[in-house]
């Protein structure tokens, strides 16, 4: 069965600071992997994905996301953080030979001022 | 449209009441599915439709909850005899899902409350 899971279910950073949000998968072959972002009283919105091709994945809102096969991971990473990053993140990852796409348990992310 | 489109965005419900929950999705979307977003919880998946297949429908939690999907397009969701265990936000996305997008877009949610 494929998997993702966030170890972490807050992460507090200050402001302009550089922050990580942890993802690991489990997946047989090639998997493709999200991330989603959900801000308070909104729906889910796509960061970036990773499908094939370059590790470094750049997204949306100067997000970017990291694919390491050997360790199955698949961080959200941001230089320098902002209060208004501050949200909900959910990774996720799709099979093709499967329908579903899984979900994470999400991550809090706070950022203080 | 532009969205995914659901509706209502609030419903709140008595037990033992049947409710319908509505997802429009994006114009030429063949894939669709139904997640529930519980208080401090993750996304619990609930259906799949693609195409014209038949739906996967191993995430319902029981028979009371079912959902169809209409001429490809509208679903809609109904929970029958609600229970208070019920309320939660009932999310729709819609995608592509072919080789070159196969991102999610995500409605607003019906946030429904048992009562």
């Known amino acids: 069965a494929q998997s993702v899971a966030q170890p972490e279910d807050q992460v507090n950073v200050a402001e302009g600071n550089p922050l990580t949000v942890k993802c690991t998968y489990s997946?047989?072959?090639?998997?493709?992997l999200f991330w989603y972002v959900q801000y308070p009283n909104r729906g889910l919105q796509f960061l970036l994905k990773?499908?094939?091709?370059?590790?470094l994945v750049k997204g949306s809102y100067g997000f970017e996301a990291e694919f390491n096969k050997s360790q199955t991971s698949f961080h959200l990473k941001k230089p320098s953080a902002l209060v208004s990053d501050s949200a909900l993140y959910f990774c996720?990852?799709?099979?093709?030979?499967?329908?579903?796409?899984?979900f994470g348990k999400g991550t809090m992310l706070l950022v203080s001022p | 449209g532009a969205g995914v489109s659901q509706s209502p965005s609030n419903k709140v419900t008595e037990k033992g009441k049947d409710v319908e929950l509505r997802c429009d999705p994006i114009?030429?979307?063949?894939?669709l599915y139904w997640y529930r977003q519980s208080l401090g919880q993750g996304l619990e998946f609930l259906i799949y439709?693609?195409?014209?297949?038949?739906?996967?429908k191993s995430g319902l939690p029981s028979d009371r909850f079912s959902a169809e999907r209409t001429g490809g397009s509208v679903s809609t969701l109904t929970i029958q005899r609600t229970q208070q265990e019920d309320s939660a936000v009932y999310l729709c996305?819609?995608?592509?899902?072919?080789?070159?997008?196969?991102?999610?877009?995500f409605g607003q949610g019906t946030r429904l409350t048992v009562v």
């Open positions: 114009s030429g979307h063949t894939a």
């Open positions: 997946v047989s072959g090639n998997p493709y």
């Open positions: 996305a819609s995608s592509r899902r072919d080789r070159v997008s196969t991102e999610a877009f």
């Open positions: 990773y499908i094939t091709g370059d590790n």
């Open positions: 996720a990852t799709y099979k093709w030979e499967y329908s579903t796409l899984t």
């Open positions: 439709f693609q195409g014209n297949s038949a739906p996967d």
